[in-house]
Nanobody
Framework: QVQLVESGGGLVQAGGSLRLSCAAS????????MGWFRQAPGKEREFVAA????????YYADSVKGRFTISRDNAKKTVYLQMSSLKPEDTAVYYC???????????????????WGQGTQVTVSS
């Protein structure tokens, strides 16, 4: 079992930056691929970024590529999402998620993730 707690959200002006963190509990964190998703009001949850269990591979949605960076520190059981050049359309609740399939390939599908955090609000003003 893994519990995930996000932090770092807030209100920022367009063009600004934020760093989200997701702290995990449980001994098997380092075996899991991790993902970030977001959900804006009235919209479906969408994939943002994912990172392989080793940190050796990452994948991004086209909408954030070049602006967001996902990373992880397995010793601290934490995954990060560094967001730069933020736009109003980045406004959403951001969730981290864990894929418990051991050594699986990265996936963008929410249904393939087994554990979810409670989310953190990111609001970008124009």
């Amino acid at each position: 079992q893994v519990q995930l707690v996000e932090s770092g959200g807030g209100l920022v002006q367009a063009g600004g930056s934020l760093r989200l963190s997701c702290a995990a509990s449980g001994r098997t964190f380092s075996n899991y691929n991790m993902g970030w998703f977001r959900q804006a009001p009235g919209k479906e949850r969408e994939f943002v970024a994912a990172i392989r269990w080793s940190g050796g591979s990452t994948y991004y949605a086209d909408s954030v590529k070049g602006r967001f960076t996902i990373s992880r520190d397995n010793a601290k059981k934490t995954v990060y999402l560094q967001m730069s050049s933020l736009k109003p359309e980045d406004t959403a609740v951001y969730y981290c998620a864990a894929d418990r399939r051991i050594f699986a390939v990265l996936t963008t599908t929410p249904g393939n993730y087994d554990y979810w955090g409670q989310g953190t609000q990111v609001t970008v003003s124009s």
